[in-house]
């Protein structure tokens, strides 16, 4: 479009219905326009758009430089289907996001023109506990202070429980409830000493993620490795560190037979696991 929003589109066909989108940015919607009557114009009406300035601070309201400060849109309202949507395209749509650029001024970061609505902002910062904020963005200029202080630190340390001696390239993960669901809050790999460091997290990170909790009501680190399976143990309330002795994984061999000859096909064998403790965990495990 140019100055007065007009544009042009040659080599459209003369036949056949036109229709056309618009939008300004990755982060908007489409809006969608047609020609009616047979007529060559297609004529869009977009939602109003606006600036959002956006301060990020420390627990002493000291600006905070050097932050990624990210727009996403919110879940619409009213659909008590939006966050299934979310979990069965993970990963296979790109997400309406846009990215606020750093000003002169010390810990303000600014979007000069998006769409009015929900959105939630999130600012990571080096060494300090992600935050997060949803505002609503209702046109002209939007102001947002997000408070992002020094985060926390879950020591995890993995050992052989035959040996006692520390497993390297052990992958841990603090998982913990989001309202429905659960989420990841860190994961880190062992290094040689059997140590991973999680973080950094929110002071108040376990207290807020149990406000909300529906059916987890525990936090826990899991961890996996190739020759140990996989094992977890729930964090204890201020644990500031955790422990895990993991038995060195087995092998398991069978055979298929047809009435103790060979089969006539080929199989594939899976194994599940079988936690009658965590059925919710188990159902969602792949075999």
Known sequence: TDEKGTYSIQGVPEDGAVVGAFRRHRSESWTSGKALGGSSIVDFVVPTAGKVICS?????????????????????????MAWMANIAMAGRMPM?????????APGVYIVDDL??????I????AGRAVVRKEVEHTGGETLVTLRSPKGQMLRVVVTDSITGEPISKAHATLLGPEGFLFTAFASAFTGKDGAAALGPLAPAW??????????????????????????????????????????????????????GGPPGNVYMVMLRWDDDS???????MLP
């Not at 309406?96 to 002169?104: D, H, I, L, Y």
């Not at 999130?122 to 910062?125: N, W």
């Not at 996989?230 to 994984?249: D, R």
Request: proline share 6%.
């Open 206 to 259: 376990r207290d807020d993620a149990m406000s909300e909790a529906v059916w987890m009501k525990e936090t826990v680190v899991s961890v996996e490795h190739p020759e140990y399976g996989a094992t977890k143990v729930a964090v204890p309330e201020g644990a500031t560190e955790v422990t895990l002795a993991m038995p060195p994984a087995c092998t398991i061999e069978g055979v298929v037979s047809w009435g």
């Open 96 to 104: 309406k996001q846009t990215t606020a650029k750093a000003t002169n």
């Open 278 to 284: 965590d059925p919710m965990a188990q159902a969602m």
């Open 122 to 125: 999130e600012a990571r910062v």
């Open 56 to 80: 990020v601070v420390d627990e002493e309201d000291q600006p905070v430089t050097g932050a990624d400060v990210s727009f996403r849109a919110s879940a619409e309202d009213g659909n008590q």
């Open 115 to 120: 769409a009015l609505g929900k959105w939630t």
